[in-house]
C-alpha cells in the first residue's frame, strides 16, 4: 500500500480474481459462470466492422441497444442505463441509491459486500434459511435499506417465484429492491413486469452468460424513468462512454440473433440436468437449479479436496471457504458436453479413490 492511498480504502477487500488468471491456461473452466460457446456468429461480424470506427467515441446512451431491448421487454428506451458489465451497473446502485443502507442474503453474489464497503453503505445480512432458501418474511422492517436479491441467487442456483418476489417489493415500499438476473434467462423467467406497476424496483440483467460476451462487458437495468435519469447521472458522472462500440455491436449482433442464443440455452440445461443426475448418482447432494451452475456436496468428501483433486487434472470449479457453511459445497459451472464428459470422469475416479 502507498502512503497515498485514502485511509477510507486501506482496508479494502477487493474481488479475487487470481484464479480467473490462472484459469487462462489451458484449464477447463467451470468456475465463473461463463458460456462455453462463442458469441454469435452475428454478433462477432458487427464487432469486427464497429472495430473499423474506433477512432470515434461510442454512443454514450448505447441507444440502438436501448431500442432493441425496449422492444423486447415492452418497455420504453429511457427505462434502461448500460453499464460496463452488471457490475458497474450494481456500483452505481451502491454508490448512489443505498444512502439508508443495503440488505442482501448472508450467502449471494460475493460481489455486494465489495461494492458495499468500496461506497461506505452499511450492510445487513439476511441468513437463508434450511435449503439455502430465501423466505420472504425475512424481508421485512428494513427501515429503507436498498435490498438486493439474485434472482437466481448465486451460488445456491435456486430462485424465487414471482409472487414471492412481488411479496417482497410490495411490502418494503419505502426501499429500492434491486432484482439481478445474471442466470434469469436459464430458469426463463424475468421480474421485468414489475417495473411497469412499482417504482421502487430496479432489474439488472447481463450479457456475460446466456449471451455468450462475458469478455465484452455488457450488463443494463431497468426501472422506472425517475430512478433511470439518477442512475444516468452517476453514470454520466464517472464514465460517460462506458460501453465501447464493439460492445455495442457485438450486443446488437446478439439480440438480431435470438434463436442462436436459444440454442445455446437449452443445450445448458439438457447437460445441466444429465450432469446433475450423473453427480447424485456418485453420492452427490445437488441442489435444483435454475441458472447454468450446480451447487453439489459430496456425501463423504470435502469440498476443498474436490476442488484441489479437479485442479491437479486442469479442471477448475468453484470453491468458496466462507461462510463456513459452504466449506463442503462447490459450484460447478456447466461447460460443453464434452467438457462434462471430461468434468465427470476424472469426479468418479476421485470419488472412487477418497469416497468412503
Ligand atoms: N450478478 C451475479 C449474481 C453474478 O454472478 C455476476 C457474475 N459474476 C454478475 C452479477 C456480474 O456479471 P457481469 O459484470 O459480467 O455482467
Not at 487470481?18 to 458469441?39: A, D, W
Not at 464497503?117 to 445487513?124: C, E, F, M, Q, S
Not at 439488472?204 to 422506472?224: D, E, H, N, P
Request: include cysteine; charge should be neutral; hydrophobic fraction near 40%.
Amino acid at each position: 500500500m502507498s502512503r497515498f492511498l485514502h485511509s477510507k480504502f486501506t482496508s479494502l477487500t477487493p474481488y479475487d480474481t487470481s484464479e480467473e488468471v490462472e484459469s487462462m491456461k489451458g484449464y477447463i473452466r467451470l468456475n465463473t459462470n461463463e458460456s462455453p460457446f462463442p458469441p454469435s456468429p452475428k454478433a462477432i461480424e458487427y464487432a469486427h466492422k464497429a472495430s473499423a470506427g474506433l477512432n470515434y467515441y461510442p454512443d454514450p446512451d448505447c441507444r440502438k441497444l436501448a431500442e432493441a431491448l425496449a422492444a423486447k421487454n415492452g418497455i420504453k428506451p429511457s427505462n434502461i442505463v448500460f453499464g460496463n458489465g452488471s457490475d458497474e451497473i450494481l456500483s452505481f446502485i451502491f454508490m448512489a441509491l443505498c444512502e439508508r443502507g443495503a440488505a442482501f442474503p448472508d450467502i449471494t453474489y460475493s460481489f455486494y459486500k465489495i461494492l458495499a464497503d468500496l461506497h461506505g453503505v452499511k450492510y445487513k445480512t439476511i441468513p437463508l434459511r434450511e435449503g439455502f432458501k430465501i423466505l420472504t418474511e425475512d424481508y421485512s422492517d428494513l427501515n429503507g435499506r436498498t435490498i438486493f436479491i439474485a434472482n437466481p441467487n448465486a451460488p445456491t442456483s435456486l430462485a424465487l417465484d414471482s409472487g414471492e418476489l412481488e411479496l417482497i417489493i410490495s411490502s418494503n415500499r419505502d426501499s429500492l429492491i434491486v432484482i439481478d438476473e445474471a442466470y434469469a434467462d436459464f430458469l426463463g423467467k424475468s421480474a421485468v413486469r414489475f417495473i411497469r406497476k412499482y417504482d421502487n424496483v430496479i432489474i439488472v440483467r447481463t450479457f456475460s452468460k446466456s449471451r455468450s460476451l462475458a469478455g465484452a462487458r455488457l450488463g443494463w437495468c431497468m426501472c422506472c424513468d425517475e430512478i433511470a435519469r439518477d442512475i444516468r447521472t452517476i453514470k454520466n458522472a464517472i464514465a460517460p462512454y462506458n460501453v465501447n462500440a464493439m460492445t455495442q455491436a457485438a450486443a446488437l449482433g446478439s439480440l438480431e440473433d435470438e434463436e442462436y442464443t436459444r440454442r445455446n440455452i437449452a443445450m445448458i440445461c439438457r447437460v445441466r440436468d444429465n450432469t446433475k443426475s450423473r453427480l447424485r448418482e456418485m453420492g452427490f447432494e445437488v441442489l435444483d437449479s435454475s441458472t447454468n451452475f450446480l451447487f453439489a456436496k459430496h456425501e463423504t468428501i470435502g469440498g476443498p479436496k474436490i476442488y484441489d483433486a479437479l485442479k491437479k487434472h486442469r479442471i477448475i470449479i468453484r470453491h468458496f471457504s466462507e461462510p463456513f457453511v459452504l466449506d463442503d459445497w462447490n459450484r460447478i459451472t456447466i461447460g460443453s458436453a464434452e467438457q462434462m464428459q471430461v468434468f465427470l470422469e476424472v469426479l468418479k475416479g476421485v470419488v472412487e479413490r477418497e469416497g468412503r
